[in-house]
């Protein structure tokens, strides 16, 4: 079958989605303590700061937000919680893959609070690559969507840099896009599961009290619970592709 990824019959087998879920819920609860520690500092200072300095902690339910508050919101969960906690916890991952031992919390935030700035570029290089691939027409950036999606894992656990982190993740997707496409839209379906059962709750307990600052307490509990899922599963999944490549050992 050929398409976006290329010759995908002729390719190995990789493990199923369901095998990946199951390795990856495994990761987070038998690491919890690790998950938290990092995370929710990250993400309750992002949310908690941007709240703030938009007025939602002290709004009412009733007042009209602006829209551009929902895009300085998504902003700030794409350029620092989701690039940093993908950081920390990509080299969690590694550290446990790479020597056999469970990772600590000091040791994954030190060396992936190195790792911010290069993932932080390449992050927005792949969003512009993004970008320009839809400006071209929908099914270019489609393609480029899932073949670039592994630039963080690519710098977090291959230390590649710029475009190079962008150039790697499209090699290892190369004859694995479906795959790979399945793994991403999986894991987004969980994402948004969350989201809509946590907001719905929000939304109950914020009309009960009358005050938006409920929302905020929402999105950390959301952004604590399913960026760190995401950030585990999507780098086991890059783990799993360079094995099918090759190479076996984490960097």
Known sequence: MSGFGGHEMNAAPLPPISRLLRATIDFYRRNLRIVLLVAFPVVAIVDVTIGAGLGELTASVHKKLPTADGYIDIAGSALVTV?????ILGRAVVIERASGERPTARRAAEEGLELFAPVLLAWILFACAVALG????????????????????????????????LRTSFAVVRGRWWYSAGVIICFGLLERVVLVLVSALAGLLANAVNSYAVYVVGDVVTDTAVVPFSAIGITLCYLELRKDRGTDRPA
Do not use: E, H, K
Request: hydrophobic content about 55%.
């Open 83 to 87: 690039p940093l906690v993908s950081s």
């Open 134 to 165: 839809l400006a071209i027409l929908i099914a270019p950036g489609i393609y480029v969507l899932i073949a670039g999606y592994f630039v963080v894992q690519a710098v977090v656990v291959d230390g590649q840099r710029g475009t190079r982190a």
